[in-house]
C-alpha cells in the first residue's frame, strides 16, 4: 500500500488564471473521490469517478471545474479562470471496489489565489 | 439534504483527561458512520467505523465510539488522551444504500492536549 499521492503538495496562482491537480489512486482501488476542505471545516465532496466514469458531481463544482479519470487510475482536477474564493485544500480518497471498505486519503492540493 | 453536526470546534484537554466528541447525522435511511483523525500536517486516517451489529465500536489508539440510532449520534470516546492526540477529528456519513462510498463530513474538532 503505497498510498494515495497528490501533486503539487502547494500552488500559488494569480486570480483568472487555470490550475490543475493530479491524484494517484492506490493501484487496486477503482473508486476515486475529490474533496475540497476549507479553513476550520470538514471536507466537501466535489465529484466520484468509479473506474474511468464519473458518476457523481456536487453542486459545488461550477462551470469553471472539470475532473477527469481518463484510463481508471490516476485524475486530474482542473479549475479554470480560478477565483480568491477556489483557496483552499484539495484532497483526492480512493476505496477498493467493497463499497464498506473505508476510503483512503492523500495529503491533499493547497491552493492559495492571490 | 444528509448532514453532519459535530458540537465542539476546538477542545482543551490535559493529558490523562476523558475525551468525548459528540457527532449527529441527518440522514432517514441506514448509514454507515466513520470517525477520521488528521495529525498535523499529515492526510487524513480512519479511527473506526460502524457499519451494523454491536452499537459500540473500538478503534485505533484506545478510541471508541458508540452509536445511538434513536438519537441519531455517534459520539467518540477515549477514557485518558495523550499529548500525541492532538489533532483534528471529523465525523463522517455514508449512506447504506444506494451506496456509493461517499463521505459527508461533519466541521471537524480540534483536540488539543496539555501536556
Known amino acids: 500500500d503505497t498510498g494515495v499521492s497528490q501533486d503539487p503538495r502547494h500552488k500559488i496562482t494569480k486570480r483568472g488564471q487555470n490550475v490543475t491537480f493530479r491524484c494517484d489512486p492506490i493501484s487496486e482501488h477503482n473508486r476515486l473521490y475529490w474533496y475540497r476542505q476549507t479553513l476550520g471545516q470538514g471536507p466537501e465532496f466535489l465529484t466520484y469517478f468509479q473506474n474511468e466514469a464519473q458518476l457523481e458531481k456536487s453542486r459545488l463544482l461550477s462551470d469553471r471545474f472539470s475532473a477527469e479519470r481518463p484510463k481508471g487510475s490516476f485524475s486530474t482536477l482542473e479549475i479554470q479562470r480560478t477565483e480568491q474564493g477556489d483557496s483552499a485544500m484539495y484532497l483526492c480518497?480512493?476505496?477498493?471496489?467493497?463499497?464498506?471498505?473505508?476510503?483512503?486519503f492523500g495529503n491533499g492540493t493547497r491552493l492559495t489565489v492571490t | 439534504a444528509q448532514s453532519v453536526s459535530q458540537h465542539n470546534h476546538h477542545v482543551i484537554l490535559s493529558e490523562a483527561a476523558s475525551l468525548e466528541l459528540g457527532c449527529n447525522y441527518s440522514?432517514?435511511?441506514?448509514?454507515?458512520l466513520f470517525w477520521y483523525v488528521q495529525y498535523p500536517g499529515q492526510h487524513l486516517q480512519l479511527l473506526l467505523k460502524y457499519f451494523s451489529g454491536d452499537p459500540l465500536v473500538k478503534g485505533i489508539k484506545g478510541f471508541e465510539a458508540e452509536f445511538i440510532k434513536s438519537k441519531f449520534s455517534f459520539n467518540l470516546r477515549k477514557p485518558s488522551v495523550q499529548w500525541s492526540d492532538t489533532a483534528e477529528y471529523f465525523c463522517a456519513v455514508s449512506p447504506g444504500s444506494g451506496n456509493t462510498g461517499k463521505l459527508i463530513f461533519g466541521q471537524g474538532t480540534t483536540l488539543q492536549v496539555k501536556p
Open positions: 480518497a480512493s476505496g477498493p471496489r467493497d463499497y464498506n471498505s473505508p476510503l483512503h
Open positions: 440522514y432517514g435511511g441506514t448509514v454507515n
